[in-house]
Every structure is written in structure tokens, then in C-alpha cells.
């Protein structure tokens, strides 16, 4: 029997408007958001098992993904892992686009005056990722790839970017980070994020890389972190400044990064 309508949509007895479901988008969803958390492709077997799926559900699903370019498939192991292209649009996005364009001339001086990369990081549902990076001149150096993704709770960009949100949005961005969390690790994670809100910026050893301290502060937008510009330092013969120093002139930069934002928003 069927339910009412509302708007011309039918909706199931008991269910309540703007509640609809959608069986096969959410399987297409689930795919993607599971090849994102995995390092390694994924076999069609082994997608099916993770999302207690049949094959028959998911084989459609798994072919329309990889026709449309969202995900392809590994000659040798059969698995299917992430294109960049859910990334190549995000990144053509206006928002995205002119926080790129206005880090860019900023960061190159950056690198340029402490002789260490930089990269910026965004939010996107409970990870970070790099959206842009500029290396330094020098021949010995540490560099992350833009489109590197990480727990937001694994780093020092997710710790500023947390640290400098509304409550009501941190609260959110903490129920998306998978594997949840433990009550312990968010308390000492939140009590960190204030400290690094205090003081304006935040450092700490990578928690990927061996000898790497990296370096953060945040690039605000109004109220709110909208990036984070990162140094991944490392200590070499010819290292410009101490950790203290590039913090500050990391904490410069963001600034300056803001400043332009700001100016841009005005003139919009």
C-alpha cells in the first residue's frame, strides 16, 4: 500500500518528510567512502564482505563508479581503489580556488625564507587533505603530496582546524572520524586544540614520518580555521631558523594568507 505524498513524492507510512532513502545512491556512497579509508585497491570480494553486501548489489554499482571515472581498477591485484577525480572537483570549487590562488605567492615565500616545504589542509569529513603544496629549493627536504589524506585526530593540521571551529562543528566533525574515537582520546585531543588555539599555532613530531616536527597554524576566515598551513620540518645541515622561529613565521603566513582572503571576500 502506499504512503502519502508530499512535494509529489511518495513516502512510506510513518516516515517522516525529508527522511527519504535512496537504496542505490547510498550503495554507491558506501563504496566510495570505504575506498577512501582503505591504503590498498579493494577486490570486488572483499568490498561485498566489508559493507555486508551481496555481489549482486554491488557489481552495478562497482562498474557505473568505475565507467564514470570515480574509481579504478588495478591490473594486478583486481582491486578497485579512489580516482582523484572526486578530488580534481573539489578542487574546482570557487570557495577552494581562491583560497589556492591567494596561499600560493605566500607559501613560495615561505619556503623560500626557512628552506622547508609547506602544504595546506582542509577538512573533509573527519580527515585532512592536502590541497596544495610548495617545495623548497633546497636538495634535501620533506614534502607531502597534495590529495594526501589523514585522520583529522593523526595531525597537526586536523589539530588547528579543529582547534578553530564553533563548538557545534567540532562536535560534528568528531562523529565522522572513523574508527571512532575513545572518550579518553577526544578529551586529550580537545584539551590540545585549545592550548594550540591559545597560543595561535601548534607543533609536534609527525605522527607518519620519523624526524619530521611539524608545524601548523591556522588560515581564518572569519570565526572559523578554513585551512591550515603546515611545515613538515625537518632538521638538516642547512636548515634556515630553529623549530621557534619557523613557527612564527609559519603563524606570518597564515596570517597574511587571511588578510588577502578577507580583502577578496570585500571586494566579492
Not at 183 to 206: I, L
Request: charge should be positive; charged fraction near 25%.
Amino acid at each position: 500500500m502506499r504512503g502519502k505524498k508530499t512535494a509529489d513524492v511518495d513516502v512510506a507510512p510513518g516516515e517522516l518528510p525529508g527522511k527519504y532513502r535512496a537504496p542505490a545512491l547510498e550503495k554507491g556512497l558506501d563504496i566510495l567512502e570505504l575506498l577512501n579509508r582503505e591504503p590498498n585497491p579493494l577486490t570486488m570480494t572483499a568490498i561485498c564482505e566489508r559493507l555486508d553486501r551481496s555481489q549482486g548489489e554491488i557489481f552495478r554499482m562497482v562498474q557505473v563508479l568505475q565507467d564514470r571515472g570515480f574509481i579504478d581498477k588495478d591490473p594486478k591485484s583486481d582491486g578497485y581503489y579512489l580516482t582523484d577525480l572526486l578530488f580534481s572537483m573539489a578542487m574546482r570549487k570557487p570557495t577552494t580556488q581562491s583560497l589556492v590562488e591567494a596561499a600560493i605567492p605566500t607559501m613560495r615565500t615561505l619556503a623560500s625564507e626557512i628552506g622547508q616545504s609547506c602544504h595546506l589542509a582542509l577538512h573533509s569529513r573527519g580527515d585532512i587533505v592536502v590541497v596544495a603544496r610548495m617545495e623548497s629549493q633546497e636538495q634535501i627536504g620533506f614534502t607531502v603530496r597534495p590529495g594526501y589524506r589523514h585522520s583529522l585526530m593523526k595531525t597537526v593540521s586536523g589539530l588547528i582546524l579543529f582547534a578553530f571551529q564553533p563548538d557545534d562543528v567540532r562536535a560534528r566533525w568528531l562523529e565522522m572520524i572513523d574508527p571512532k574515537p575513545s572518550p579518553a582520546e577526544v578529551k586529550t585531543f580537545f584539551a590540545t586544540a585549545m592550548a594550540a588555539r591559545k597560543s595561535g599555532s601548534a607543533r609536534a613530531p609527525s605522527s607518519v614520518v620519523g624526524g619530521v616536527t611539524d608545524i601548523s597554524a591556522p588560515i581564518l576566515r572569519g570565526d572559523r580555521a578554513a585551512a591550515a598551513l603546515t611545515v613538515p620540518y625537518i632538521k638538516t645541515t642547512h636548515s634556515q631558523g630553529s623549530i621557534p622561529d619557523v613557527a612564527e613565521k609559519v603563524k606570518a603566513a597564515a596570517n597574511t594568507i587571511a588578510a588577502q582572503l578577507t580583502e577578496g571576500d570585500s571586494r566579492a
